[in-house]
């Protein structure tokens, strides 16, 4: 009989800050999965905004940092596509012509998975052992989807939990305009794009918008409240977990229970 897959979760900076109900659920998910799970306590942010600033110095340490973290580990797995792409895609530009860290950088990237393609692609989910009551359309995050080619995977997952209603969201491959700095740099152009976001996904009727990133659900989230929309925002992992417990994000309230044990 061979040995679970020891398995690091990288937790990213917004989960750890801002929704650790989404960590959690990612340790969950994983476990029973029959992975062996760990969270590295040396881990930090993954370089994405020095990296998009220009800033390459400190890029290449934070790099460093996460490599020597992780890599002992048999795959590393984040609850979001833009941190995974980070690791995945851009790690081995940032070592790009460094003889002595090439070859760790590129069998550090092939450990990397967004969680939803882990659980589709490598642990071959196909169903789960119990069920949650939930109406929900689904975002595809910029990051996740062309980087990293992240769509079949967790539609693929929410359709194989009993409860689910899924609906397909009009223009779901579209930016929400959060875009990391860009949403600071050009906030009108951003309040733009999510304003249309959010006309589709109050237009879809359904009551649970999902997604990858938390960094899109964020700023999804604030608009719908904005809007006074009665739309729950949620990562994907808490809805897959059966954790939704908690209030959604951008909401006080007090939780729901629609958990069917």
């Known amino acids: 009989m061979s040995s679970p897959p020891n398995v690091a979760v990288f937790v990213t900076c917004l989960v750890d800050l801002f929704r650790p109900s989404v960590?959690?659920?990612?340790?969950?998910?994983?476990?029973?999965?029959?992975?062996?799970?760990?969270?590295?306590?040396?881990?930090?942010?993954?370089?994405?905004?020095?990296?998009?600033?220009?800033?390459?110095?400190?890029?290449?340490?934070?790099?460093?940092?996460?490599?020597?973290?992780?890599?002992?580990?048999?795959?590393?797995?984040?609850?979001?596509?833009?941190?995974?792409?980070?690791?995945?895609?851009?790690?081995?530009?940032?070592?790009?012509?460094?003889?002595?860290?090439?070859?760790?950088?590129?069998?550090?990237?092939?450990?990397?998975?967004?969680?939803?393609?882990?659980?589709?692609?490598?642990?071959?989910?196909i169903k789960f052992d119990y069920a949650v009551k939930a109406d929900v359309t689904y975002h595809d995050a910029c990051a996740g989807l062309r980087e990293l080619g992240i769509s079949r995977q967790p539609r693929a997952l929410l359709d194989a939990l009993i409860g689910i209603k899924r609906t397909e969201l009009k223009d779901c491959e579209t930016c929400c305009g959060f875009g990391g700095t860009f949403s600071v740099k050009y906030s009108e152009i951003s309040n733009s794009i999510v304003s249309t976001k959010v006309e589709n996904i109050n237009a879809s009727s359904a009551k649970m918008l999902l997604s990858g990133d938390l960094g899109c659900l964020l700023n999804m989230a604030g608009k719908l409240g904005r809007d006074g929309s009665t739309v729950e925002v949620r990562h994907v992992a808490e809805v897959l977990a059966g954790m939704i417990d908690s209030p959604p994000i951008g909401d006080r309230k007090q939780p729901r229970r629609d958990k069917i044990s």
């Open 23 to 125: 960590g959690f659920a990612t340790v969950k998910l994983l476990e029973d999965a029959g992975c062996s799970v760990h969270v590295p306590i040396a881990q930090t942010c993954c370089g994405q905004p020095a990296w998009n600033s220009g800033d390459r110095k400190d890029t290449r340490e934070i790099a460093e940092a996460v490599i020597n973290a992780f890599e002992s580990f048999d795959y590393v797995v984040a609850p979001s596509g833009s941190c995974a792409g980070m690791l995945k895609k851009h790690y081995p530009e940032v070592f790009a012509g460094d003889e002595e860290w090439q070859g760790r950088v590129t069998a550090f990237a092939a450990k990397v998975y967004e969680l939803t393609e882990f659980l589709a692609d490598v642990m071959k989910i």
